[in-house]
């Protein structure tokens, strides 16, 4: 059975006719400071004038905007004429093939539904023309832009059962199965304090994710230290340090064996060391920035020295991980001490200057509010984080599971990438309030003699070893243009590549499957803006481990016969891979602040 819009003694239509009128006031609400053509005709429904638009504006972005009125005008003119179309169709309009929230055969058959998601749109691209019209500072505009766009997606006639047909129709095939599995759904998620992304059943760390065989050589109150069964008989004589970001667990580098870039190293014969790092709880309430670079990463750093008997290790850092081994690097060169002997940056921010939409979130006041909050010490809950990256993406990170796992009671399938997407990490507060006054909102970093970590006063040009600087060309995290402007500040010569696709999907780009492309250019030619350098760019298809692989080869010494045993006599196995810290999850983690007590 299913719902004919004609009908009018269908239910489903009058609860999606009330839904829709409740809807629709809403909108025209919103739009009611629109203002009016000269003398008051073929007004937008509501009224008012650029003034009452500026207050609706204000309130989503919590910002003082002021309002064009040529440009207010234009766009009132141009939504006249497409809602003039939109009434001219009325039930014989179409639904956006094009937008997949809407795509569905169901829409096109509730000529109901099919208005309401044309009529949306029509809002939507209204709204949206309205905020990039603000005249303001650009970070003002900024965040009006974002306010607006979380508004719309938010109010998507998708993401309300009485809207949603495809959600209806699916009721009704299921004779409500999957409206009460919906339920069901939302009870879970609710206990769980975060929207289901994947089956978590279907994933356990050590047993099908990170899974890449080797043992814990080393362990302090921050870290664990896990080196890797060599899989080649020789081995280069320089070990290798990846340093993971420590706002997420280290396995996005070791989810399968088909993807895991922790494994292609390996392969490569490299005698490869990762950091994982420890789910801050009670016992680093107090943890600082400085803590975190020397007595992790630095350590790290002379640990798989003194293990791979070598002068010098060559070291990556991914996303944070970068910025802290960027650091690290920076306050070793400031103490005269050459440990490393080339270093990977992968989407890492050095320079602060570009930092998309995560700008939106960083002011004075937020930051003195932060650093009030963790004055005294605390702990950082992960999910706070994780909830931010997602409404960065809504609709693919937020939506897409409300409406899948609610309206039509679905259970989303096993998906690695979403399961360590879910599995997240706590942070100190006095690091993350730190890291957020100095790097994101004063950009001290890259700033010589500007800022003291360890003691040492930083100068990025004192980094004079080899750099291979990548950086996603989609990243909404680590823009392109912030990635890029690493090569501006280091004293080494420097390779830049680029990737496509985004954050995570531009990184993990298995060499194996021939997925995508990258771009090179000129060696050490850096012009001072990432579109010239773009502009001049060399596409390769395929994945950069490709580039990386001989690059990092020529760094990495000669070949040696790889090591029969883990670890040396200071540094024995301490337990198997993937080890203890991994396994604690935020809440195990948040639950010790109670207790106060560890988690591991």
């Known amino acids: ?23 629709t006031q809403a909108v025209q609400t919103t739009l009611q400071g629109v203002p009016q053509p000269a003398g008051g005709a073929g007004a937008v429904p509501g009224s008012g004038d650029a003034a009452g638009l500026s207050q609706v504006l204000q309130r989503l972005s919590g910002q003082p905007v002021q309002l064009d009125p040529r440009a207010w005008l234009e766009i009132q003119q141009d939504y006249l004429r497409e809602l003039g179309e939109l009434w001219r169709q009325g039930l014989q309009v179409q639904p956006p093939r094009d937008d997949r929230r809407f795509a569905a055969d169901a829409w096109a058959r509730n000529p109901v539904a099919a208005y309401s998601a044309a009529w949306y749109l029509l809002n939507a691209r209204t709204l949206m023309r309205m905020a990039d019209a603000v005249q303001a500072d650009p970070k003002t505009r900024a965040r009006v832009r974002f306010a607006v766009q979380q508004w719309i997606d938010a109010s998507a006639p998708s993401n309300f059962l009485a809207l949603n047909a495809e959600a209806q129709q699916k009721a009704l095939e299921t004779q409500g199965e999957s409206i009460a599995k919906g339920v069901q759904n939302l009870l879970h998620d609710m206990k769980q304090g975060f929207v289901s992304m994947t089956d978590h059943s279907a994933f356990e760390v050590g047993r099908n994710v990170a899974t890449t065989e080797g043992q814990v050589v080393f362990e302090n109150e921050l870290f664990q230290l ?135 979130f960083i002011d004075e006041a937020f930051v003195q509010l932060r650093e009030l909050q963790f004055a005294n010490g605390g702990i950082l809950p992960g999910r706070e984080l994780a909830t931010t990256f997602s409404f960065l993406r809504p609709n693919d990170l937020v939506w897409n599971y409300v409406v899948g796992n609610y309206l039509k009671g679905e259970t989303p399938p096993p998906f690695d990438l979403l399961y360590w997407n879910s599995d997240s990490t706590n942070l100190p507060g006095r690091y993350y309030a730190w890291y957020l006054r100095h790097l994101y909102l004063q950009n001290e970093l890259c700033q010589p003699g500007t800022l003291t970590v360890c003691g040492e006063r930083i100068d990025l040009g004192a980094i004079d070893i080899p750099a291979y600087v990548y950086g996603s060309r989609e990243d909404h995290i680590v823009p392109i243009g912030g990635a890029y402007a690493t090569t501006q500040h280091l004293g080494g010569p420097v390779r830049f590549v680029m990737g496509a696709s985004g954050h995570i999907a531009g990184v993990i780009n298995p060499a194996a499957k021939g997925k995508r492309s990258y771009w090179t250019g000129a060696p050490n030619h850096f012009p001072p803006a990432v579109d010239d350098w773009i502009d001049a760019a060399t596409e390769h298809k395929g994945s950069w481990w490709t580039d990386w692989a001989p690059w990092l080869a020529a760094h990495a010494g000669p070949q040696v016969a790889a090591p029969r045993s883990y670890g040396n006599r200071r540094h024995k196995p301490i337990e198997p891979a993937p080890g203890r810290y991994v396994r604690v999850s935020a809440q195990e983690a948040l639950a010790t602040l109670a207790a106060g007590g560890r988690s591991v």
């Open 1 to 23: 059975m299913t719902a004919n819009p004609r009908d009018g003694q269908n239910p489903w239509l009058q609860w999606s006719q009330q839904a829709l009128q409740q809807w």
């Open 226 to 360: 896990i080196e890797y069964k060599p899989l080649t008989p020789k081995v280069h004589e320089r070990p290798f340090l990846v340093v993971p970001p420590c706002i997420n667990k280290y396995y996005i580098l070791d989810l399968q064996p088909d993807n895991s870039f922790l494994r292609y190293a390996v392969e490569q014969g490299h005698r490869t060391f990762v950091m994982s790092w420890r789910n801050p709880d009670a016992e680093l309430a107090q943890a600082t920035w400085d803590d975190y670079i020397e007595n992790a990463v630095i350590r790290a750093i002379d640990v798989v020295r003194e293990i791979g008997k070598a002068d010098t290790v060559n070291a990556l850092g991914f996303c944070v991980g970068g910025t802290m081994l960027g650091t690290a690097l920076a306050v070793l060169a400031a103490r005269g001490e050459r440990k490393v002997e080339s270093v990977t940056f992968l989407t890492t921010l050095l320079d602060f200057t570009d930092t998309g939409v995560l700008d939106v």
